[in-house]
């Protein structure tokens, strides 16, 4: 068989459809066919149809469904994301929602009090603690067809050959971003019910677990108490937790002809979705009680501070959502 004749068929998927290949394909000039099998189901090939198993597909309607398909599978970055996960709705975001700023009230309330973590942290029962939580969704899509043309030169039989590739590429990108801001009376936290058990969360991942809030907050109490470290108490301080989860897809169908390959290198299709989760707490003095009804403020030294921390978080959050 000449290898003009001899054809090879690889199937390349990233959703595991295809697992291994049981045959290589041959192909004659009168009965072109090839056969393979995969996870127990047939794949037959031949110049007309598409068998899998016992469906026939045509090859010229391959493009057309491809196309069709398409938006679907890279339909990231066209619309809005939602903030909400698969399988959720607005209810579980609420919830979801709910659950995340319950859980900062307690780790807050846990480490300004002077009964859990001990005489240190009480200086700060006169302090606040504003809080800003960031609630970003990234979504990409790219669409990066594919081909690669070898056609016989001078003398083919030698080994001299013409190749030709090329591709096209599109992508899309939308974001979404919550910001929520709320600012805790440490007086008002201390004098509701004592936490005398784990928070709520403590055991979960990623947002929904340990901050290390107390932690936070005991390190620099302690720090303030050495004497000539710092000179006087501090103006204030900030924290900042970020939490980042991503999930990405891509699918690529490669046709291998004789002289004609349809994608041969680059992903097809191209979705992925990231989930940023910023938290940023500033501890400052309050400047007055609150009185029932109103928000807490935290002195202009602490509003000025958590402002920077947040242009810094968004510029951080701008480079890396275009990488």
């Excluded at 794949?43 to 069709?68: C, H, N, S």
């Excluded at 290198?265 to 989760?277: C, K, Y």
């Amino acid at each position: 068989m000449s290898p003009q004749s001899a054809l090879k068929i690889e199937i390349a998927s990233k959703l595991n459809f295809f697992t291994e290949f049981s045959r290589a394909c041959s192909r004659s000039r009168t009965n072109p066919t090839c056969n393979l099998s995969t996870d127990g189901r047939m794949i037959r090939l031949d110049a007309q149809e598409l068998w899998v198993g016992r469906t026939m597909l045509k090859p010229r309607y391959l493009l057309t469904l491809m196309m069709a398909v398409a938006p679907g599978l890279s339909g990231c970055g066209l619309y809005v994301p939602d903030t909400h996960g698969l399988g959720q709705d607005q209810l579980d975001e609420i919830a979801d929602e709910n659950e995340i700023v319950n859980q900062i009230k307690c780790e807050i309330h846990r480490a300004a009090d002077p009964q859990i973590n001990g005489a240190s942290v009480a200086w700060i029962d006169t302090w606040a603690a504003k809080v800003s939580l960031i609630l970003t969704v990234d979504e990409k899509g790219s669409l990066n067809p594919g081909f690669s043309l070898t056609e016989p030169h001078s003398a083919p039989a030698k080994g001299q050959l013409f190749s030709l590739s090329g591709g096209i590429g599109a992508s899309a990108d939308a974001t979404r971003k919550e910001t929520i801001g709320f600012t805790f009376s440490i007086p008002d936290l201390l004098k509701e019910r004592q936490i005398t058990n784990q928070c709520a969360n403590e055991n979960g991942v990623l947002i929904h677990s340990d901050l290390k809030i107390a932690d936070f907050v005991q390190v620099k109490s302690n720090l303030a108490k050495i004497p000539g470290t710092i000179p006087g108490p501090y103006t204030a301080f900030t924290y900042q937790a970020t939490f980042i989860v991503t999930y990405s897809g891509n699918i690529t169908p490669t046709w291998k002809l004789v002289r004609f390959t349809a994608n041969p290198g680059s992903n097809f299709l191209t979705a992925s979705r990231m989930r940023t989760n910023d938290l940023v707490i500033t501890f400052a003095p309050l400047t007055s009680a609150s009185a029932p009804g109103q928000t807490a403020q935290i002195a202009p030294t602490g509003e000025t501070q958590h402002a920077s921390a947040l242009i810094g978080e968004a510029v951080a959050s701008g480079i890396q959502s275009r990488q």
